[in-house]
T-cell receptor, first 115, second 110 residues
Framework: DAGVIQSPRHEVTEMGQEVTLRCKLISGHNSLFWYRQTMMRGLELLIYFNNNVPIDDSGMPEDRFSAKMPNASFSTLKIQPSEPRDSAVYFC?????????????FGEGSRLTVL | AQRVTQPEKLLSVFKGAPVELKCNYSYSGSPELFWYVQYSRQRLQLLLRHISRESIKGFTADLNKGETSFHLKKPFAQEEDSAMYYCALSRNSGYSTLTFGKGTMLLVSP
């Protein structure tokens, strides 16, 4: 297994544009997490899905952010419209909620720059 | 609400020196604590978890509920230990959402 796969790895866009980040889970995993990493705030949980259902979205900054899981192996995080303060590295992670280990498997991240 | 505090942004030591990366947490329940590590150009990955009481790559961490701490220790640092280290807390068993500290960069010089 190639692990959690994120795309794009780097995205540079202009303020006001729509950004879509993609994530493919590890096969067999049933939980999906989106984290945002910035220098000021570190790693923040944005949203958590279990069995395709959003369980905790309290970390989603505002209505400009939305996340979906159209199927069990894939998720998108959309920012519309994007703003410079959204510049960060966005990580996707997956796990199997049932092993009780608490281990998350992270992707390599998508570095977003909004000009 | 739970919180994880890593007071040092950067810890610089010489090879062979002891290392202690500090982590304090606040949570009213009974948490599970973890250390994650990110080596240069690699993914963030689990280093160790407190319930396993294991030593990984020479690192150990003991949960001290009285001091609400989970410091990461290694008696003799190696250059390959240079990385970003994150302490993380999980609220409940079987519920894997992790709250991370802001991380500490460990730099081990020859």
């Amino acid at each position: 297994d190639a692990g959690v796969i994120q795309s794009p790895r780097h995205e540079v866009t202009e303020m006001g544009q729509e950004v879509t980040l993609r994530c493919k889970l590890i096969s067999g995993h049933n939980s999906l997490f989106w984290y945002r990493q910035t220098m000021m705030r570190g790693l923040e949980l944005l949203i958590y899905f279990n069995n395709n259902v959003p369980i905790d979205d309290s970390g989603m900054p505002e209505d400009r952010f939305s996340a979906k899981m159209p199927n069990a192996s894939f998720s998108t995080l959309k920012i519309q419209p994007s703003e410079p303060r959204d510049s960060a590295v966005y990580f996707c992670a997956s796990s199997y909620e049932g092993t009780n280990t608490g281990e998350l498997f992270f992707g390599e991240g998508s570095r977003l720059t909004v000009l | 609400a739970q919180r994880v505090t890593q007071p040092e942004k950067l810890l610089s030591v010489f090879k062979g020196a002891p290392v202690e990366l500090k982590c304090n947490y606040s949570y009213s329940g009974s948490p599970e604590l973890f250390w994650y590590v990110q080596y240069s150009r690699q993914r963030l990955q689990l280093l160790l978890r407190h319930i396993s009481r294991e030593s990984i790559k020479g690192f150990t961490a003991d949960l001290n509920k009285g001091e609400t701490s989970f410091h990461l220790k290694k008696p003799f640092a190696q250059e390959e230990d240079s990385a970003m280290y994150y302490c993380a807390l999980s609220r409940n068993s079987g519920y894997s959402t992790l709250t991370f500290g802001k991380g500490t960069m460990l730099l081990v010089s020859p």
